[in-house]
Nanobody, 128 residues
Framework: QVQLVESGGGLVQSGGSLRLSCVAS????????IGWFRQAPGKEREGISY????????HYADSLKGRFTVSRDGANNTVNLQMNSLQPQDTAVYYC?????????????????????WGPGIQVTVSS
């Protein structure tokens, strides 16, 4: 069993950067793929990035246009999401989610039902 917690959110001006982190408050992120999702007010939760348990396979939503970078920090058992050139439309609650152990995702990575554990979410607000 794993429980996740996100950190690093907050308020930033348009064009700024933030780095979100996902850690396991219970259990470990080892052996699990990690997805990042976001939900803006009045919209559905959407997948924005995925990194496999090894860190070799990485996916991004096409809409991000290369502004976000996901990485794993094995030493600290953390998955980070570096977000650059933030725009007001990036304002949302951001969630990390973990697959079941040893589960590898491909093009289906944005499917929310493929993740067994979710963090509580963290607010990111980008002002214009």
């Amino acid at each position: 069993q794993v429980q996740l917690v996100e950190s690093g959110g907050g308020l930033v001006q348009s064009g700024g950067s933030l780095r979100l982190s996902c850690v396991a408050s219970v259990g470990t992120l080892d052996y699990r793929g990690i997805g990042w999702f976001r939900q803006a007010p009045g919209k559905e939760r959407e997948g924005i990035s995925y990194i496999s348990r090894t860190g070799i396979t990485i996916h991004y939503a096409d809409s991000l246009k290369g502004r976000f970078t996901v990485s794993r920090d094995g030493a600290n058992n953390t998955v980070n999401l570096q977000m650059n050139s933030l725009q007001p439309q990036d304002t949302a609650v951001y969630y990390c989610a973990a697959t079941n152990p040893w589960t590898a995702l491909g093009s289906n990575w944005p499917r929310k039902d493929l993740y067994g554990a979710w963090g509580p979410g963290i607010q990111v607000t980008v002002s214009s």
